[in-house]
């Protein structure tokens, strides 16, 4: 016979097993939730991309897989949602070369070395050509990069006008607060280099704390320099190259038979972000010369010029900011491809 205080700690028990069942992981459940952080504003169409992916996924996985955005930056900076994917915080984020180097600083060869690129079918040659090497790399740093992309290229937005390097040397630039190399090549080649994060910028601007920010238009327009910064040297400085990347130990805990599916998802979303945002970065220069953005052209003459200083830098980039075995590599491709595209037009 069943005693009342049986009973009671029978109704205990199950109390507690219901409470307990209540804190179980959604993964111990056969969901797994994913939480990707990024600067990207929540509502643009790189925020939708990536929203669209996570609908992918969730199809592909029958609902076993959740993905949650954090844009805005409210993760922090890139260096900070790097952190946080290491100490299992976050599971993912999408992320610039910037942030990607603090992973593996052999991504810096796809952006860091100033007007290396001449034209985005370069960009995208040299990518392809790079990233499996770069993916391993990633891989034995415990990251798995879902897709690759690039918004066009980065010009020179400036309060005052100015065309030649000479002219900028006066000016008050901006540089990503933990990017201590790039602040040390800049320097060198005589800047005044202001560190800063990104998101104090347009403040900066606006109290002359610094003069001239490179970026592309696309975060010009979103940050509103424009408003600010009236002048923008039409100088294709860098690409601004990013990627999505998932952390392994997250990875690995995803079913090994839905992997490649949500790889070819996260794939469409990389190529359907990167089309938008270089059609959206032309449209930005549109939009801010309607609000008084004045674009210098850059010359035949002036661009040489730049081209010749800039690359100036190139010794004090290899094997810092750069390393040296990628920066070789990536400066061999571009040569074999435009001996690729010289023999096309000879032909």
Do not use: C
């Amino acid at each position: 016979m069943v005693t009342v205080a049986a009973r009671k700690n029978v109704r205990g028990l199950l109390v507690l097993v219901v409470s307990l069942l209540g804190l179980v992981p959604a993964s111990a459940k056969g969901q797994t939730r994913i939480r990707l952080a990024t600067l990207l504003p929540r509502g643009s169409s790189q925020y939708h991309a990536l929203e669209e992916m996570g609908q992918q996924w969730r199809t592909i996985s029958g609902g076993g897989i959740n993905l949650t955005i954090y844009a805005d930056g409210t993760m922090g900076s890139e260096e900070d949602t790097v952190r946080r994917m290491r100490i299992g915080q976050i599971q993912a984020a999408t992320l610039s070369v910037g942030g990607l180097s603090e992973i593996d600083p052999s991504v810096g060869g796809l952006q860091k070395i100033p007007m290396l690129y001449r034209s985005l079918d370069e960009v995208q040659f040299v990518r392809s050509r790079v990233r499996p090497e770069l993916e391993r790399r990633f891989g034995q740093k415990g990251f798995v990069v879902l897709f690759w992309g690039d918004v066009g290229w980065v010009h020179i937005f400036s309060r005052q006008p100015a065309l030649r390097p000479e002219e900028f040397k006066k000016t008050k630039v901006f540089v990503g607060a933990s990017d201590l190399d790039e602040t040390a090549v800049m320097k060198n080649l005589g800047f005044q280099v202001v560190p800063l994060e990104w998101s104090d910028v347009l403040t900066s601007l606006q109290t002359g704390l610094v003069d001239t920010v490179p970026t592309a238009p696309i975060l010009a327009l979103a940050g509103q320099y424009d408003l600010v910064a009236k002048h923008m040297l039409e100088l294709n400085y860098v690409p601004l190259v990013g990627a999505t990347v998932i952390t392994k130990k997250a990875w690995d805990e995803i079913p090994a038979d839905k992997r490649e599916p949500l790889l070819k998802a996260a794939s469409d979303a990389g190529v359907q972000m990167q089309a938008k945002s270089r059609a959206e970065s032309k449209e930005a220069v549109e939009a801010m010369k309607k609000r008084g953005l004045q674009v210098h052209p850059l010359t035949t003459g002036l661009e040489s010029e730049w081209r010749q200083f800039l690359e100036g830098s190139y010794p004090r980039i290899r094997g810092t900011i750069v390393p040296a075995d990628v920066f070789d590599e990536v400066r061999g491709l571009l040569a074999e491809y435009r001996a690729r595209q010289g023999q096309t037009k000879n032909e």
